[in-house]
């Protein structure tokens, strides 16, 4: 079953522009992670933010989470080109258990 | 690159076939967990090993079984292939049950 689900579905802007993405989930959570996935390959990890935590930054990205509402955002500044892929959030309820996925949001970018 | 590898990159198998799934996981890493991803879908978490032994298993059927090696390499196997069981299948390696995950490139399935 898929723990987060993410809004929108899809998502094109141009290059230049700033992408939020928003990933809302159904239970407590330990921590949550963004990941990135280019054209059905594999996964790589963006970000994690942990329960006790409210925002975190690595460059160019920028991670809000709001237990309260177990909603969380991930917002792309200044998108390139290449940030066209499929971004997921993953949210781990406890520490060392699975990493349940929602559906993702496919990010389109034209230059 | 994470240093996940897998393998092979895409098979083809008919309906009713097993097959086996490969997996190396990063250097110093001893835990490996298996997910399936569907076209246009998030990845589904299968199971997980950790230093050999099963540690946690999703909803999915016996036919889908695994093995963790003493290099903690590791294996999926599916039996009795169905339609539906077309997908990629990634594998994720982390230093511990704890740790944060690196995936691997997968490997795409497809059943006919």
């Known amino acids: 079953s898929q723990q987060g689900e993410e809004d929108p579905q899809a998502l094109s802007i141009q290059e230049g522009e700033n992408a939020t993405m928003n990933c809302s989930y159904k239970?407590?959570?330990?921590?949550l992670q963004w990941y990135r996935q280019n054209s059905g390959r594999g996964l790589v990890h963006l970000i994690l933010?942990?329960?006790?935590?409210r925002e975190k930054h690595s460059g160019r990205l920028r991670v809000t989470l709001d237990t309260s509402k177990k909603s969380s955002s991930l917002l792309i500044t200044a998108s390139r080109a290449a940030d066209t892929a499929s971004y997921f959030c993953a949210t781990e309820k406890q520490a060392g258990t699975a990493l349940i996925f929602g559906k993702g949001t496919t990010l389109s970018v034209s230059s | 690159e994470t240093g996940v590898t897998q393998s092979p990159t895409h098979l083809i198998k008919t309906r009713g076939q097993q097959v086996t799934l490969r997996c190396s996981s990063q250097?110093?890493?001893?835990?490996v967990s298996w997910y399936q991803q569907a076209l246009g879908q998030g990845p589904q978490f299968i199971f997980q090993?950790?230093?050999?032994?099963?540690?946690g298993r999703g909803n999915f059927p016996p036919r889908f079984s695994g093995l963790q090696f003493p290099n903690y390499s590791s294996e999926l196997n599916v039996n009795a292939l169905e339609l539906d069981d077309s997908a990629l299948y990634l594998c994720a390696s982390s230093v511990d049950v704890q740790g944060e995950q690196y995936f691997g490139p997968g490997t795409r399935l497809t059943v006919t």
């Open positions: 250097s110093g890493h001893n835990t």
């Open positions: 933010i942990r329960s006790n935590e």
């Open positions: 239970t407590s959570i330990n921590n």
């Open positions: 090993y950790y230093r050999e032994e099963e540690n």
